[in-house]
């Protein structure tokens, strides 16, 4: 961290607010070197905690750079580690909840552009929303209570961008986690003031988890690493590879008209994504049973019980 980085971040915690200048000349010193440090990173929160009034532009520069350092720390990049969300899960768990929207927009943007997110990290961010729709304390209610119990459009887009990830082990799928959890936030926010978005996340999430196809299993860090240093080799060796590629009769296409995914060459495999589709689209005798648990548990048929069933319904009887 260079000395004018901690110059000014000790200076506007001192003042408890920082000028778009501040802001800026923190940019040209955070980056300098084309990386933030660990010990920058560490600064940045330190700056954030004692802040009275979080402006656009550091809300903007608070996610930017945090979200560089934790993916430009995976190996390989855009790999959250296990390691990676715990030290971020200490520092936005200070006092047992998310306390700023600065620090909820930085968990959204790493849903949207990692390529890998430990479940822990994923289950934590989908728990703070969870928490406060149903105690109506945090920051996407101004740091008050107002109205407990209800879901706004602030906490359903965050929702829909937590739960609906390619980040997690199910790569835009919703687990059966997370289905239980839109049924919690729904019995609880019942007949509440509810932000219009509410129903449809609702009813696309929970049949997602049921009827999704959601068998796309996401690289893992080691396969990655594999991929890169093959693509980033430009020795020779690599060169008559390529070499040879262009010349090949590689035979085959991606997809013939039924959708049937086929390999290339004579020892080509297929594999027919239709069929495991419509597979996955039937709901099974154990997912019939577990709905039927969380219809049930709130003692009535409610009206977004309803729309989830005749959702449903249609998709059925369109297969």
């Given at each position: ?87 971020l ?40 929303i ?14 008050g ?36 959890m ?52 430009a ?52 997912e ?23 959702f ?8």
């Amino acid at each position: 961290m260079t000395y004018q980085f901690r110059a000014l971040a000790e200076q506007a915690e001192a003042d408890g607010r920082i000028t778009a200048e501040e802001i800026l000349s923190l940019r040209r010193e955070g980056w300098a070197d084309g990386r933030i440090e660990p010990a920058e990173a560490e600064a940045i929160f330190v700056l954030n905690d004692h802040l009275a009034e979080r402006t656009d532009e550091w809300v903007d520069f608070f996610v930017e750079a945090l979200s560089e350092f934790v993916l430009a720390g995976g190996n390989p990049r855009g790999f959250v580690s296990e390691d990676q969300a715990e030290w971020l899960i200490s520092r936005l768990d200070r006092s047992g909840q998310v306390e700023t929207m600065a620090e909820l927009e930085l968990l959204a943007r790493l849903f949207d552009r990692a390529e890998r997110i430990p479940e822990q990290l994923k289950g934590y961010a989908l728990s703070q929303i969870e928490q406060i729709v149903l105690t109506g304390t945090g920051p996407t209610r101004d740091g008050g209570t107002v109205e407990a119990a209800r879901i706004t459009t602030a906490e359903c887009r965050l929702l829909g961008r937590f739960v609906f990830s390619f980040a997690g082990d199910t790569a835009a799928g919703v687990s059966q986690a997370e289905a239980e959890m839109l049924f919690r936030v729904k019995d609880a926010t019942l007949g509440a003031n509810n932000a219009p978005e509410w129903p449809d996340l609702f009813v696309q999430g929970v049949a997602n988890f049921l009827m999704g196809h959601n068998r796309f299993a996401p690289l893992s860090a080691d396969r990655a690493r594999e991929l890169d240093s093959f693509m980033n080799d430009a020795t020779p060796r690599m060169g008559a590879f390529f070499g040879r590629m262009a010349k090949a009769d590689l035979g085959g296409s991606f997809a013939d008209a039924t959708g049937r995914v086929l390999g290339f060459g004579r020892k080509g495999m297929s594999r027919d994504l239709a069929a495991e589709v419509a597979e996955d689209a039937r709901i099974t005798e154990e997912e019939e049973a577990w709905l039927q648990g969380q219809v049930e548990a709130n003692h009535e048929l409610d009206v977004l019980d309803k729309a989830l069933l005749r959702f449903l319904a249609a998709e059925e009887r369109r297969r």
